[in-house]
């Protein structure tokens, strides 16, 4: 196939549909309640994941990257991903993944030494470059090999990010308290007590007893419901201390600016090192969430558009970076949930766990433009309505998300302990135990090559940003190594099956 030929193809596949992405939500009653509610849930459910990471980041950033800018670089990129973009169901997020490499970019940057905005903004505007040549030479295409192997690796290493990330918070806020023991300990009960009741919220929602139209309303605010309880409950003992995300947006400008990307030719020629392995972040990230929404059940009818879909990401991968906002890229979980959310689906329950077939799907750009141009108006105009949020709860909340979607991971699931009732019955009839054990054990030590790397970024910044080259290593060891070592049939069995717990974990 010629460059660019993908992209072209695409193009005309959606382009009929386009139009019909915007009317079909409007469609009738039961369909325009099922968007607005899709729509609560988007707004909800990105908005305070979004805060929490960005907090996160102003921290180890030393201000230098803030929370307002995760947040408006969300928002900006989904709003002209609706309009422009190919498959309309992907919601872009500043990811954990991508949060973690940029940690790793201010290790980079102080050792250097370089300031951090101008040489993240560099390597990000390479990255993008180069994920659009990837799609313009049709790469998209190559990287549908992605299986499952790879998948449940990037889920996994999705939700260790997130709890490693929330425990971090708290101990940077423990070296920032200091000797304030009744201020730490009430930081720690505001942490520890959104994870609790998150979980609870999250047991709520799966009961079988509790009507379906409740549960759905449970679905759509329950990160809202989780952080408003706790940010309630940090007003007891007002003579302790609360920091609030009011005091870290003291002194942020309101819009983001142009960044001066005046750097040395040879800071220039070194940023190409980490942006190539950012590059294959992105592309492994974006085709994943790709994937995953394209899945048959989805029941998906107006098709795909991967390398367009890919072009368009690094090309907001460098419109972002002009304007030092990290890049968004497609996201695990949302897009998936996205499309089952809009999905006509007929519930059932068996040995009392609740089953949703989905019979056909809206495929709308209306949920997530509305959503996130919520999100802006909420971020310009009324940012003192989120400032009352104790830090804390945003911390425990990141902690929540990783232990969340560490229950739901099928990789985690297959651990020794219970076979018989956690693996997909398909595994159990069709591949012996001790493959099943053996599969795992490799891919747990894929996965602990993975995040042994990363934990090495305050050490060595330029062997930790080598992470997503491992990633990428593990398709074609997929495909090589583990037909040899476990039989090429049970190797295939392993590595392709799909089941419908959902191998990206459900964080929320």
Same mark, same amino acid.
């Given at each position: 196939m010629t460059p660019g030929q993908g992209i072209i193809s695409d193009i005309k596949r959606r382009w009929p549909s386009y139009a019909a992405d915007w009317l079909d939500a409007f469609r009738d009653?039961?369909?325009?309640?099922?968007?607005?509610?899709?729509?609560?849930?988007?707004?909800?459910?990105?908005?305070?994941?979004?805060?929490?990471?960005?907090?996160?980041?102003?921290?180890?950033?030393?201000?230098?990257?803030?929370?307002?800018?995760?947040?408006l670089s969300e928002a900006l990129s989904n709003v002209a991903w609706t309009l422009i973009g190919g498959q309309s169901l992907l919601i872009l997020r500043v990811t954990g993944p991508t949060k973690t490499f940029l940690t790793i970019l201010t290790y980079w940057a102080d050792a250097l030494p370089v300031d951090f905005v101008r040489f993240s903004s560099l390597v990000n505007i390479y990255a993008g470059i180069m994920?659009?040549?990837?799609?313009?030479?049709?790469?998209?295409?190559?990287?549908?090999?992605?299986?499952?192997?790879t998948s449940e690796n990037l889920a996994l290493f999705i939700s260790v990010t997130f709890v490693f990330a929330g425990f971090d918070a708290m101990a940077t806020m423990k070296a920032k308290i200091g000797d304030d023991d009744a201020k730490f300990l009430k930081y720690f009960i505001l942490h520890l007590g959104t994870v609790i009741l998150a979980f609870k919220i999250l047991e709520f929602r799966k009961s079988a007893s509790v009507r379906k139209t409740v549960r759905l309303i449970v679905a759509d605010f329950a990160p809202l419901m989780a952080v408003t309880a706790i940010t309630?409950?940090?007003?007891?003992?007002?003579?302790?201390?609360?920091?609030?995300?009011?005091?870290?947006?003291?002194h942020l400008p309101r819009w983001p600016t142009a960044v001066d990307l005046a750097l040395s030719a040879q800071h220039c020629a070194l940023a190409l090192v980490p942006a190539l392995m950012f590059a294959v972040q992105i592309i492994l990230e974006t085709n994943i969430c790709a994937m995953l929404v394209a899945?048959?059940?989805?029941?998906?009818?107006?098709?795909?558009?991967?390398?367009?879909?890919?072009?368009?990401?690094?090309?907001?991968?460098?419109?972002? =970076?002009?304007?030092?906002?990290?890049?968004?890229?497609? =996201?695990l979980p949302h897009s998936h949930l996205h499309a089952?959310?809009?999905?006509?689906?007929?519930?059932?329950?068996?040995?009392?766990?609740?089953?949703?077939?989905?019979?056909?799907?809206?495929?709308?750009?209306?949920?997530?433009?509305?959503?996130?141009?919520?999100?802006?108006?909420?971020?310009?105009?009324?940012?003192?309505?989120?400032?009352?949020?104790?830090?804390a709860s945003l911390s425990g909340f990141l902690v929540y998300m990783g232990l969340a979607s560490l229950g739901s991971n099928q990789l985690v699931r297959?651990?020794?302990?219970?076979?018989?009732?956690?693996?997909?019955?398909?595994?159990?009839?069709?591949?012996?135990?001790?493959?099943?054990?053996?599969?795992?054990?490799?891919?747990?030590?894929?996965?602990?090559?993975?995040?042994?790397?990363?934990m090495s970024a305050s050490r060595a910044p330029?062997?930790?940003?080598?992470?997503?080259?491992?990633?990428?290593l593990s398709v074609p060891f997929s495909f090589i190594a583990l037909p040899r070592m476990l039989g090429s049939y049970f190797a295939h069995v392993l590595t392709t099956s799909a089941e419908e717990e959902n191998i990206v974990g459900l964080f929320y």
């Open positions: 009653k039961s369909t325009m309640v099922r968007c607005a509610s899709t729509t609560i849930w988007i707004a909800t459910t990105t908005f305070i994941p979004a805060l929490a990471l960005g907090l996160s980041m102003q921290s180890q950033s030393s201000r230098r990257m803030t929370h307002v800018d995760f947040l994920v659009m040549l990837f799609a313009t030479f049709n790469g998209a295409e190559l990287a549908l090999a992605i299986n499952r192997f309630g409950l940090s007003y007891a003992f007002p003579n302790v201390a609360v920091d609030r995300v009011n005091a870290a947006a003291e899945r048959p059940e989805n029941k998906l009818r107006k098709g795909t558009a991967f390398n367009w879909d890919m072009f368009l990401i690094g090309g907001f991968t460098v419109a972002t =970076a002009c304007f030092g906002l990290p890049p968004s890229v497609p =996201a089952k959310l809009l999905g006509n689906s007929v519930e059932s329950k068996r040995h009392g766990i609740i089953r949703s077939r989905v019979h056909g799907a809206t495929e709308t750009r209306v949920t997530n433009f509305a959503a996130h141009v919520i999100t802006f108006i909420v971020v310009v105009c009324f940012r003192s309505t989120f400032g009352h949020i104790p830090i297959r651990l020794p302990g219970g076979f018989g009732s956690i693996v997909p019955t398909k595994f159990l009839r069709r591949v012996p135990k001790r493959i099943i054990y053996a599969y795992t054990a490799v891919q747990l030590l894929v996965f602990g090559a993975i995040f042994a790397c990363r330029a062997f930790a940003a080598t992470y997503p080259a491992i990633l990428a």
